[in-house]
């Protein structure tokens, strides 16, 4: 896990990765969010101080009105206390105790002298110094003077009425005229705390939650009353109170109990959405990290898959579900000789089939196309250069699968095998020829024993020809019979010599390679004067079979012919050392299955040594002073094109068997006609 002091260190090396111009888009996105954020918080932080100001402002309006009309309540109550002393008195106190804001109520005649007086039942005398103010102050006098001569209530200017030792009171007096018949008849005063009024007049709503105070026009606080809890900032509004005679500042304060970054809901939602905002833009930011990361990873990945398929020599070609060509290689255009602009979204005939194949690729691509599989070992094709050359590819197919795991179409790789075959048809004609050479190496071998052969015939000829020459030459001696007879011989021996010299020829004559259907009796007949022809030379004798009722092999005639030649030969030549009775070589066939045909050759010889066996199939490994020792090798190249095998094993008591296997042509048994086993001559 990294560390957390190592997190500044990462985040700088990234952002140091990153482009100058995506760094300043980033800042600059950054900064104005930012800009955003504090804004809003700025907004509703004014928006929310407003709404206080505005609710301050109502109260202290809502405040002033209560106090207006309580004032005014008041007023009526006075002017309808009772003249009659003793009545002014019980009315008097009894207002008193009903309106707790006034402080004390006199009844003065019109020089202003006291007649009398009552004090609220709420003030001990202790407190209330308001006893001293019998003798009436000028301010008082003053405002009384006004209301007699205006007809109407006036205030005298509030003035501060010291009590215990620290307190006092804020008063405030009211005057009214008396007035009987139109006759001045005195005054009523009455005099009002001023704390008392906030505390009694305002609505005590309005004194929840702020303080409400009477000040001086110049911002002397007179009288206060409120449970405003202290906060870190106050909001305030004033309202004028216009009194007759006296005019006062009504004042609202109000403290914002919540600290100031969040004053209200609005403020923390806008917080909290400008906070989430920050985390959902950080998270972006590293979102956009990883798709860069990943960004690079892929084109590194596109760079790599490129740089490999540029240096494929394996051609690629992409087609979609309808057959159109959507990607192709640099090898495959180099193959083809086409641009990857002239084969990228072209469909059958592609510009690189033959035009004599076009019908039977049509034929194949709607095959693939329908969603059958390709052989997992690919199929040959023949594909045409832009040249018009042809060449031979093997193309291997398979489905291509996108990301949703849905085929696409079809992705196929394919290989130039043209060289490949070339090479395969030289290897091929140059193996013929080596076997044409091997055939008439042993011919060579068997010239002695051909003149051999055929001295047989001809010196017969050569007598009869000279016997019957005689009898003609002598008159009489020869009959027409004798003659007759003497040149029959000649045609038979003739015939025998003209034979010999066929089935050499036969053998010798380059044929062309073709697999047919042969029986063993047939392959044995037409190499058993040959191996006779050797069997004679050393006394051997050879024997075969059965063969009857054996299935047809498969096989290129000629080269299998050649290889039970050569193992014959070889087992005869082997027998050399051996005594003259044990000289016989067996040469048998039987159906090991319905697909196997084998065949073995066995002689009674000297055997083969380890030290021989090791190297027995090289080429040109040979023991014998006259052997080329390609015998073994081409035979076991001739089994194995079959798709047969070559083994040797000892022959106990002495010698070797060679077996080999071939295909057989079909699982009919061959109708062949009962055939004596046939005992080849034994070597005279
Ligand atoms: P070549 O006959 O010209 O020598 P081959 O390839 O036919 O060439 O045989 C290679 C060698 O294998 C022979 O020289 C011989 O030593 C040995 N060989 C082949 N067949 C036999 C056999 N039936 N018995 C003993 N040795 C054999």
Redesign the pocket.
Known sequence: MPSFASAPRRIWRQLARWPTRRLALWLALLLLVAGLLVTLIWLAGRYEADQIQVRVDRDVQDAGGDIRAGLTRNIQSLQALRTNPQQWQADAEELLRSRRELARLEWRDTSFKLIAKAQSPYLNNAQSPLNSRDAPYGDLQLACERARRQSGPMYAPSHFSPANIGQGFELMELCLPLMQSGQHQGYLVAVYGLQAILLEIVAKPLLRGQDFSFTEPDGTRLAIQGTARRGGRMFSGQHILDLPGNTIVLRADSWRVTPDLFPNVLTAVVTLMSIALIGVLILLGRDINRRLRAERELADALAFRKAMEDSLVTGLRARDMEGHIRYVNPAFCAMTGFSAHELLGACAPMPYWPPELIDEYQQRQAVRLSGHLPPREGYESMFMRKDGSRFSVLVFEAPLIDAQGTQSGWMSAILDISEQRRMEELSRASQERLQASARLATMGEMASLLSHELNQPLAAISSYATGTANMLAQPGSASVQDVSHALSRIASQAERAGKVIKSVYDFVRRRESKHEAVTAQSLLDAVMPLVQLQARKLSVQVQVGPLRGLPTVKIDRVMVEQVLL?LAR??IQ?MEATSQAQRILYIRAKAIDTQWLEFSVS?C????TEE?AKQ?FTPF????PE???????LCRTVVEQHGGSLVFEPNPPQG?V?VFTLPVASTNMAHELPVADLQYGQAS
């Open positions: 050569n070889n087992g082997a002689d010889g000297q055997g083969i021989t027995l490994f040979s023991t014998k052997g080329m020792g390609l015998g073994l090798s070797t060679f």
